[in-house]
């Protein structure tokens, strides 16, 4: 009689089903939580390409703005940027045959969060030369 019934519960294959969906389902929300972080952190990098680009934009005006104009620029067109994550802009003046520049590099960390684990801030530089008119 054990014989039988053991035959038979090796022959069924119900609940199979769940028992693989409850093994992948942590390695599934795992992945699309890593996509959503990754995501995050490109919107992040656009966020900063985008300050730059203001600020450089910024540095081109004239008559020649101040760097503490240039910079509020920069914090202002962040879109999607936590201040508090937000490195205080450099400005690096120089001349070049004559020209006069500004480099500008400011630098942001985002906060990535997997669900199990927190990974450690990644500073993200960017830096942009301006001529100055």
């Not at 053991?6 to 996509?35: H, M, S, W, Y």
């Amino acid at each position: 009689m054990s014989l039988n019934l053991t035959c038979r519960l090796r022959k069924d294959r119900r609940g199979a089903t769940a028992a693989e969906f409850a093994l992948t389902v942590p390695l599934l929300i795992l992945i699309l939580t890593a996509f959503v972080q990754v995501g995050m952190y490109l919107h992040a990098n656009a966020g900063l390409h985008n300050a730059l680009g203001e600020g450089a934009r910024v540095a081109t005006l004239w008559p020649r703005r101040s760097q503490a104009e240039m910079a509020e620029s920069i914090r202002a067109s962040g879109f999607g940027l936590n201040p508090e994550r937000f490195g205080d802009p450099a400005f690096t003046f120089g001349s070049v045959g004559g020209q006069d520049f500004v480099d500008i590099r400011v630098t942001y960390t985002p906060r990535l969060n997997f669900l199990f684990f927190e990974v450690p801030g990644i500073t993200l530089e960017r830096e942009r030369r301006a001529y100055l008119p």
